[in-house]
C-alpha cells in the first residue's frame, strides 16, 4: 500500500468551508479509493486541512485520480481559495503496516521528523523494539516513511507519525510519561535532523476519529 497525505492552506476562515465542501463528496470520493483520515489544524500552522488516502500501489492512485477528475463533482474545492497545496507519497511503516481508523481521541498529534539518509532501517527496527512500551502510554494510530531513492517527492527522509489522545491535557500528561521512558528518548534520537509537532482536530467525517 502506498498513502497519500495532502494539505491545503487557505486564507484566515475559510479551512471550515474546505471541511463542508469535502464533506458533501465525501461518499462519493471514497467509493472510488479509501479514506483514512481527514482533519482540520488546530495547532501550528493554522486555516489547513489534511486528508490521507490508500492506495494498492502508484498505478491505482492515478487511476483513482483519473476517475474522480471525470466526475462533474470533482474537485471539490474552490481553486481561488487555496493558498498552498501540499501532497506527500509515503509507505506504511514495517511495524504498523496499515494505520489505524476508528474512535481513538480528540485531538491527533501529527509528528514529522526528518532522518539521516540512509537509516530508515535502522529507525524503524529501534521503533519496532520500543514501540510497546511507548504504546501503553497512548496508542500509534499511524506511522509512514518516505526514504530517499523510494518516491523522490515529498518530503525526503521525512517519518510521519500520528498519535491520537482524548484532549489537550492528556496529551500533556503522556508527554511528560514519555520523557521518563528509559528507551524512547534515545532509541532513534541519533538519526535525527530536524522534527515538528502539529495538532489536528479530526472532522466528523474523518475514519480516525
Known amino acids: 500500500m502506498i498513502y497519500e497525505v495532502r494539505a491545503y492552506t487557505f486564507p484566515s476562515g475559510f479551512a471550515s468551508e474546505g471541511v463542508e465542501d469535502f464533506g458533501r ?25 489534511l486528508h490521507i488516502w490508500e492506495y494498492e500501489n502508484s498505478a491505482h492512485r492515478e487511476a483513482a485520480r483519473a ?9 471539490p474545492l474552490q481553486v481561488d481559495k487555496i ?22 481521541g480528540g485531538v491527533y498529534e501529527i509528528r514529522s521528523d526528518v532522518m539521516l539518509t540512509g537509516k530508515m532501517r535502522a529507525i524503524c527496527a529501534a521503533w519496532e523494539k520500543n514501540l510497546p512500551e511507548r504504546e501503553r502510554l497512548s496508542p500509534l494510530a499511524a506511522a509512514f516513511a518516505n526514504p530517499a531513492g523510494e518516491f523522490e517527492s515529498g518530503i525526503l527522509n521525512e517519518f510521519l507519525h500520528i498519535w491520537p489522545y482524548r484532549d489537550m491535557n492528556h496529551w500533556a500528561e503522556v508527554q511528560r510519561e514519555v520523557d521518563n521512558l528509559p528507551h524512547w528518548a534515545t532509541c532513534y534520537k541519533s538519526y535525527l535532523r530536524s522534527e515538528t509537532s502539529e495538532i489536528w482536530y479530526p472532522v466528523a467525517y474523518s475514519p480516525m476519529k
Do not use: D, H, V
Not at 471514497?30 to 500552522?45: M, V
Not at 493558498?83 to 481513538?104: D, S, V, W
Open 25 to 49: 463528496i465525501i461518499e462519493k470520493r471514497t467509493a472510488i479509493s479509501p479514506l483514512i483520515g481527514f482533519f482540520i489544524s488546530a495547532i501550528g500552522g493554522l486555516n489547513r486541512i
Open 67 to 75: 476517475e474522480a477528475l471525470a466526475q462533474p463533482w470533482w474537485p
Open 83 to 104: 493558498l498552498y497545496q501540499q501532497t506527500r507519497i509515503m509507505r506504511a511503516a514495517p511495524f504498523c503496516p496499515r494505520p489505524k481508523t476508528g474512535e481513538m
